[in-house]
């Protein structure tokens, strides 16, 4: 969570930072601020809130509009999901030491902050904030400045400082930090995401690499532990480990071997909303192509040797990621002798027993904080890891021994959608190579089946459920993840509260709660749970509940006891968990729209979760 930005280069960075902080605004969007380098001090904005809030009718630092011929601009800037103190402008970042000319912007939690702020203040230092970031910025004072009468003097390059202060602070992080009159960026991160991107005569760090397409699509991952300085120079990255080696001593081809420079193929208009209301919406209409993408990207030859040896499979995911990887157990202990255990990320690390087979993690972030923990605990029992993600280049692909990518494309809206159907590609082509292929056929045609449910009308659904102040969702077998997370989606962007049932639990206590203002989703196909899913139904509508099915429009069982059907073909299993998946985040976004929520970015939540 939060979002970090910096920039050096020939344009003003006051206005490229709150760009880029746009595109980083998915992470977490309660406060923002940003930092520039006057030359003599700092100019910030800091304040709770919106970027978009920001007047955009006057230039952002008037005094340092007269600086038009400077030719090099250095500035950082952050968006911040709050974990240490509320959102207020206090508490949002930059974060500056007692001198006022150290800045830094951090993404993370430093987790022994309690003492080492305890003895900053014996030191002498005073806190503005409640956050556990701003020690980075006095630890910083300490090893950069020499206190003289005249005022602080620099006894060492501020990467020098920077190096020395990583070695007392732990936890997970990424951060950049700039300084009065060195026009220099130095960055440095342990297991938070950090991308710099290479321009011509500009550089531009970011927490992912949204920020810096516009601007070049050449981009470096610096590994944990390096010291990345950019200057206008060039950049210099000080890999962890070398000692006291100069940080620029390193000739530009050494540096080129040990840092690939990747060049990406995602364009500007990928991260734009396209003529869409929403980001979720256009990401769902762009579902049938991810899947088909997701679907062909994996082949017997792709798949790492490993899962179809290993008899047993660990998987280990959150939220939305864990509901696909229930649909993959699922399927994969039906369709063939291998044994699945399927664990939470947040869990994980209490499990007492030893890992088993192959550890599996899927994480469309590829950062989520649990999911990348899991794959260390993997290592950590010589287990082989597969990381199935979204995202080249994330800490996970790093970790992995193995990484299955889902092509899905960025996903913006916070709230997971084509995502989960590319994580559910993968998964459920996985199922079909690792069990002899039973279904490949019908799940090569799959995406085309989404396109019908994308024109389907919700209204109706809709009115019943914008009324509610709690529902349920239920399903059988398979289709008990599915509602799972058609319940998690309504939840998160519309704020009603759904709870996800297997429909034969639904007795077994929460039928007390059933009342005519609870409406029930329910995935009704035809299947081997058919005639007992209708009679559940039939005792829900009982208990005077409005009962929304996702089922066959004609089927008679189901027009008796309906308030409303979601009309779904029934065309095959696989199919089938696609369909109604895609239905149900459909319905989950017009609920929202008709209660005028902020869909794209719902309350208290940041969409990639960088902290345990
Ligand atoms: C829900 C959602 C979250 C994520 C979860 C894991 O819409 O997006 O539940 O699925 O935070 O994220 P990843 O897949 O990035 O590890």
Same mark, same amino acid.
């Given at each position: 969570?939060?979002?970090?930005?910096?920039?050096?280069?020939?344009?003003?960075?006051?206005?490229?930072?709150?760009?880029?902080?746009?595109?980083?605004?998915?992470?977490?969007? %309660? &406060?923002?601020? !940003? =930092?520039?380098?006057?030359?003599?001090?700092?100019?910030?904005? #800091?304040?709770? @809130?919106? $970027?978009?809030?920001?007047?955009?009718?006057?230039?952002?630092?008037?005094?340092?509009?007269?600086?038009?011929?400077?030719?090099?601009?250095?500035?950082?800037?952050?968006?911040?999901?709050?974990?240490?103190?509320?959102?207020?402008?206090?508490?949002?970042?930059?974060?500056?030491?007692?001198?006022?000319?150290?800045?830094?912007?951090?993404?993370?939690?430093?987790?022994?902050?309690?003492?080492?702020?305890?003895?900053?203040?014996?030191?002498?230092?005073?806190?503005?904030?409640?956050? %556990? &970031?701003?020690? !980075? =910025?006095?630890?910083?004072?300490?090893?950069?400045?020499?206190? #003289?009468?005249? @005022?602080? $003097?620099?006894?060492?390059?501020?990467?020098?400082?920077?190096?020395?202060?990583?070695?007392?602070?732990?936890?997970?992080?990424?951060?950049?930090?700039?300084?009065?009159?060195?026009?220099?960026?130095?960055?440095?991160?342990?297991?938070?995401?950090?991308?710099?991107?290479?321009?011509?005569?500009?550089?531009?760090?970011?927490?992912?690499?949204?920020?810096?397409?516009?601007?070049?699509?050449?981009?470096?991952?610096?590994?944990?532990?390096?010291?990345?300085?950019?200057?206008?120079?060039?950049?210099?990255?000080?890999?962890?480990?070398?000692?006291?080696?100069?940080?620029?001593?390193?000739?530009?081809?050494?540096?080129?071997?040990?840092?690939?420079?990747?060049?990406?193929?995602?364009?500007?208009?990928?991260?734009?909303?396209?003529?869409?209301?929403?980001?979720?919406?256009?990401?769902?209409?762009?579902?049938?192509?991810?899947?088909?993408?997701?679907?062909?990207?994996?082949?017997?030859?792709?798949?790492?040797?490993?899962?179809?040896?290993?008899?047993?499979?660990?998987?280990?995911?959150?939220?939305?990621?864990?509901?696909?990887?229930?649909?993959?157990?699922?399927?994969?202990?039906?369709?063939?002798?291998?044994?699945?255990?399927?664990?939470?990320?947040?869990?994980?690390?209490?499990?007492?027993?030893?890992?088993?087979?192959?550890?599996?993690?899927?994480?469309?972030?590829?950062?989520?904080?649990?999911?990348?923990?899991?794959?260390?605990?993997?290592?950590?029992?010589?287990?082989?890891?597969?990381?199935?993600?979204?995202?080249?280049?994330?800490?996970?692909?790093?970790?992995?021994?193995?990484?299955?990518?889902?092509?899905?494309?960025?996903?913006?809206?916070?709230?997971?959608?084509?995502?989960?159907?590319?994580?559910?590609?993968?998964?459920?082509?996985?199922?079909?190579?690792?069990?002899?292929?039973?279904?490949?056929?019908?799940?090569?045609?799959?995406?085309?089946?989404?396109?019908?449910?994308?024109?389907?009308?919700?209204?109706?659904?809709?009115?019943?459920?914008?009324?509610?102040?709690?529902?349920?969702?239920?399903?059988?077998?398979?289709?008990?993840?599915?509602?799972?997370?058609?319940?998690?989606?309504?939840?998160?962007?519309?704020?009603?509260?759904?709870?996800?049932?297997?429909?034969?639990?639904?007795?077994?206590?929460?039928?007390?709660?059933?009342?005519?203002?609870?409406?029930?989703?329910?995935?009704?196909?035809?299947?081997?749970?058919?005639?007992?899913?209708?009679?559940?139904?039939?005792?829900?509508?009982?208990?005077?509940?409005?009962?929304?099915?996702?089922?066959?429009?004609?089927?008679?069982?189901?027009?008796?006891?309906?308030?409303?059907?979601?009309?779904?073909?029934?065309?095959?299993?696989?199919?089938?968990?696609?369909?109604?998946?895609?239905?149900?985040?459909?319905?989950?976004?017009?609920?929202?729209?008709?209660?005028?929520?902020?869909?794209?970015?719902?309350?208290?939540?940041?969409?990639?979760?960088?902290?345990?």
């Amino acid at each position: 969570m939060c979002g970090i930005i910096g920039y050096g280069g020939f344009r003003e960075a006051g206005p490229v930072l709150l760009q880029g902080l746009l595109l980083l605004e998915y992470r977490g969007y %309660d &406060s923002f601020g !940003i =930092a520039v380098d006057g030359g003599d001090r700092l100019h910030a904005i #800091k304040r709770v @809130g919106r $970027i978009s809030d920001l007047p955009n009718d006057k230039p952002l630092f008037p005094s340092l509009a007269s600086d038009g011929e400077k030719n090099w601009h250095v500035g950082i800037g952050h968006t911040r999901w709050a974990t240490h103190g509320p959102p207020s402008d206090k508490n949002a970042h930059p974060h500056y030491d007692c001198t006022g000319k150290i800045a830094i912007v951090h993404n993370g939690i430093i987790e022994n902050y309690h003492p080492l702020k305890e003895q900053l203040i014996r030191d002498g230092h005073s806190f503005s904030s409640d956050t %556990d &970031s701003e020690v !980075i =910025a006095h630890l910083i004072e300490e090893a950069y400045f020499e206190k #003289k009468e005249e @005022g602080p $003097i620099p006894k060492r390059r501020l990467a020098e400082a920077v190096e020395i202060v990583t070695g007392k602070i732990f936890g997970s992080y990424a951060i950049l930090v700039t300084a009065v009159g060195v026009d220099e960026i130095v960055a440095v991160r342990s297991s938070g995401p950090l991308v710099l991107g290479i321009g011509d005569s500009e550089f531009i760090f970011a927490s992912d690499m949204l920020p810096i397409i516009e601007y070049t699509n050449r981009v470096v991952y610096p590994d944990d532990g390096d010291i990345v300085c950019v200057t206008n120079s060039g950049y210099h990255i000080h890999r962890k480990g070398d000692g006291k080696r100069a940080l620029d001593s390193r000739s530009e081809a050494e540096r080129k071997e040990e840092y690939p420079i990747t060049v990406l193929s995602l364009t500007l208009q990928q991260v734009k909303k396209g003529g869409y209301p929403h980001y979720m919406l256009k990401e769902i209409y762009e579902e049938p192509e991810v899947l088909y993408q997701a679907v062909h990207s994996l082949t017997p030859d792709t798949i790492p040797q490993i899962l179809l040896d290993e008899d047993y499979i660990t998987v280990v995911a959150c939220g939305t990621s864990y509901h696909a990887g229930m649909i993959f157990a699922h399927l994969l202990e039906a369709m063939s002798e291998k044994i699945v255990k399927l664990e939470i990320g947040s869990e994980f690390k209490y499990a007492h027993s030893p890992v088993r087979g192959v550890l599996l993690t899927i994480s469309q972030s590829g950062e989520t904080a649990d999911t990348v923990a899991a794959v260390r605990r993997g290592g950590c029992f010589n287990r082989e890891t597969v990381a199935i993600t979204n995202v080249l280049g994330s800490s996970i692909t790093r970790e992995a021994d193995h990484t299955l990518l889902m092509h899905a494309g960025p996903e913006i809206s916070v709230a997971a959608t084509k995502s989960f159907i590319a994580q559910l590609g993968v998964l459920l082509q996985m199922v079909n190579i690792m069990s002899g292929e039973i279904c490949g056929e019908e799940l090569s045609h799959v995406h085309k089946a989404i396109v019908p449910i994308l024109s389907l009308s919700y209204d109706a659904a809709v009115d019943i459920c914008a009324h509610s102040e709690h529902m349920f969702y239920v399903g059988r077998g398979v289709f008990y993840p599915v509602v799972m997370e058609g319940a998690l989606k309504l939840k998160e962007i519309s704020y009603i509260h759904a709870e996800a049932y297997a429909a034969g639990e639904l007795k077994h206590g929460p039928f007390a709660l059933l009342s005519p203002e609870t409406p029930v989703v329910a995935v009704c196909l035809p299947g081997p749970s058919y005639a007992v899913m209708t009679g559940n139904l039939k005792e829900i509508k009982a208990r005077g509940a409005p009962l929304i099915v996702l089922g066959d429009p004609h089927a008679p069982e189901l027009i008796d006891i309906a308030d409303c059907i979601i009309p779904i073909k029934h065309e095959g299993m696989m199919t089938d968990i696609i369909t109604t998946s895609v239905a149900l985040q459909l319905l989950a976004y017009y609920v929202a729209v008709k209660l005028g929520r902020d869909i794209d970015k719902p309350r208290n939540l940041a969409k990639s979760v960088t902290v345990e």
